[in-house]
């Protein structure tokens, strides 16, 4: 008995001696490597209601919990830095920026969200002051001290704007030597470096003189761009349509008359359509010829542009630099095409069961459609520069009660004369032609063919020439 009471006088004893033990154990630990406080205690004041504090940006961030994950770390992170980038007052004072917003050319609250979303990128300096969480929901609670957030500002900014003037004194450098593609790469640098102060009046000193420097870097591309003349060397050329074009040439000089080599030149065509090459640069004379080896449009007179391609220069998404480069005025020049068409002569055989029909169904759609595009036409195979080629023939097929089926097959050929080249072919087979009898039908199938060739042939071929 003795023994049974002291056993269960020492089972007590341990029971109270754990429970001690667990009553002084805290509820709160801290996560290796995360700085993440788990906590069964009291939601704390900070979420309830967001701290005041005049000397710092406070940012609060919440995440729902995902079992497996710690992505809401991260998540309730960015969420809280958002809040502080969101309280940083953002200054518009840039003519240059003021200027895009009056006319249009970006939306003020778009610019001021993207300026927010590059200010909480960059954002260095905050603190973690505390976290929490339950078995759902993580949050966390940063600051950011004014006096920091504008120290490291400055140093930044400061720096953003040596980089532009070392860059501005580069494309200075290169322009004193008549290497304009360097000078605008160079001056578009310099608008990069400072792309996240554009809209602040950004002051610096410049050969002795004090300037806003996003205005005045604009202003310096702005003149590198005026300075340059584009040049068509014939405002009119002739040409012949499917042929290649040899003299559509522009010359690149500055306003001193002397040519400007290397520069590069982007062609298209705002009129017509053509087989090109859509870039060039100017040689040693300052010329730079378009390469075309195909004038694919019909229409008579058609206009090819050559300008600065200012885009390739650019690599950043920032929308202001876009919009800026887009309100230059980039030099640019015009040619003027007139297009020859070449004169046609058609060969067309058209029949119905092997004979001959006395009244051609196909050959009238071909001429008046190509007619409408100023094609001309000769009645003999002399001086012409295409021969067309018709072979159709409409055979009997079935009868049902009084009504009569044909079926029409067709071979259509285009060949460059000169060449003796076959330029286009196409055929149709198996065109259905119902009618009274087998002529008649036959004649219905001819007609088909005749529309197929006037709604799909002619311009597939004017589309694939060869």
Known sequence: MKIETIFKTFSVSLFFLLLIISCGTTTSTIK???????????????????PKDNYSYVGIGSAKKVDGSID????????????????????????VVNS??????IIEEEFRSKIRAKTQMDLEGYELVDSWENQTIFYVYYKLSKRRYETIKKKKRD?????????????????????YEDAIKYY?????????????TLEANVDGEDVYLGNYLYKKLQDVFSDINLIAENKNITAELGQPLESAIFKIQNDNGENIEDFPIIFSFIRGNAEFIPTGKSNVFGKCKVSISKIKSTKDLQTIEAKYDVSKLLNTESIILNKLLTTLSI???RITINVKKPIIYIDSKEMINENVVNIARIEPVVKEKLSSMNFKFTELPFNNNWEIKIIANARSGSQI???FTSFADLTFS???????????????NHIKGIDLSFEKAGYKALENIAQQVNEEIIPDMLGNIQ
């Open 188 to 200: 578009i640098k310099s608008l990069e470096a400072i792309e996240s102060y554009l809209s602040e």
């Open 331 to 333: 030099p640019s020049a």
């Open 414 to 428: 285009v060949t460059e004369v000169e060449s003796g080249n076959e330029i286009y072919k196409t055929t149709l």
């Open 72 to 95: 809401h770390i991260q998540t309730a992170t960015n969420s809280a830095l958002n809040m502080i980038a969101s309280k940083i007052e953002i200054s518009i004072s840039s003519n």
């Open 100 to 105: 895009l917003i009056e006319k249009g050319d």
């Open 32 to 50: 290796e490597n995360s700085n993440v406080v788990e906590s069964n205690s009291q939601m704390p004041s900070w979420i309830i209601q967001t």
């Open 159 to 179: 720096e953003a704007i040596q980089l532009a003037l070392d860059n501005r004194l580069t494309a200075t450098n290169n322009l004193a030597k008549n290497n």
């Open 401 to 403: 009660s009084s009504l």
